[in-house]
């Protein structure tokens, strides 16, 4: 996948190979942006750059995707899949040599992916004391050692060793740092680093995207979720809509059965039935999740269109029926109904039974629509 394939930013993307092109690349450079907004897909797309054995060019530095080492370091690119993988692998180890195995992901011997570490999910010491063991010796099948660190969750003592690493880094190495926050990591190690941010994208322009990648969906799924990834290429790519449409179905039941007051008995069983399932346990939890974040998505929504404000309503699909709801919520009704969405979140928190907590939540609105 050459770099004509990442999607936005266009003008950090040219900044970059241009420093490789003038073989002015920057020892440790720090990739800020949104979850999904393709900060592990550019790290890898250089490092193949960096690497590649018959690199081609339009202007400047390009990968070809077939040697030997742009199709070892691709095998990374599926980071959930190696995570997973590697901490599985240590899983099976014995207990003495668990406590001793740092968490890496490697499919190249010059590169090295540091995952936080679980279950804490931070950069550990013992993982960046590793990365300077290596980094000082030349490169044996590649042309520049690349170290990418995924988190920057740094444990203090971490963070600290990392900063020695920047202050004499070798010629041969680059370190990649990525992160959601670059405010997360030590003003020393951000001034020995230089950052580049990727933006979020146009919803217009992950539409367009999606229309290549997704051509399963309808214009109608590909026009949401392009508004629900918050301009994410990632997020929109590996969305789930159909747990996404099965979580707002329930929070449509909720709100629609808060919202039709005293005559709603068919909608009031319906929404029983709809907490009951939500049940203890990790599947329950996430569900649970979607759930609370769909009914937001939706009161905004609500809000939205009370506001006279259609344009940003990002439920698209369901345009007619929510402005047909938005008729019977007020705006003090749809603040109640977040403030209480708040209370079930902190109640969750307090690990109240999940299903109670809902329902309150369900009747607490029923409450308010009826003064
Ligand atoms: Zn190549």
Known sequence: MPFSDFAGNPETI?????????????????????????????????????????PSTDGLPDF?????NCTRIAQAEDLDSRFAEAVEARENLRDTDKKE???????????????????????????????????????GEARERVYIFTSSAFMKEAANSLL??????PEFASIFLLTENPGELLPT???R??????????STEIESRLAQLRPDWHARQRALV????????????????ESYVAARNHALIMLKSALGGRDSNNAHTDLFKTTESYRPGAEGRAKIDNLLRTLYSLLEDLMFLQSGAEQLV???????????????????WLQRAAEGLGEVERGLRRNLLRSLSLDAFATALESVSWN
């Open 189 to 191: 190690i951000r001034s």
């Open 193 to 202: 680093s230089m950052t580049f941010n990727l933006g979020a994208l146009a």
């Open 226 to 241: 392009a508004r629900l990834s918050e301009g994410a290429i990632g997020r929109a790519l590996s969305f789930d809509l």
């Open 64 to 68: 070809c995707g077939h040697c030997s």
């Open 14 to 54: 040219h900044r970059l190979r241009e420093m490789l092109a003038r073989n002015r690349f920057p020892h440790a450079v720090i990739l800020s942006g949104a979850h999904g907004s393709g900060k592990y897909t550019l790290a890898l797309m250089l490092a193949r750059a960096m690497n590649c054995l018959e």
């Open 164 to 169: 020695k690493v920047l202050e004499e880094p």
């Open 314 to 332: 990002r439920n698209t699909d369901i345009l007619g029926e929510l402005k047909k709801m938005s008729e019977s919520a007020d705006f003090a």
């Open 101 to 139: 195995t740092r968490l890496f992901v490697q499919t190249h011997p010059d590169v090295l992916i540091i995952p936080p570490d679980p279950p804490q999910l931070m950069i550990k010491v013992d993982q960046v004391r590793h990365v300077i063991e290596t980094i000082y010796y030349r490169p």
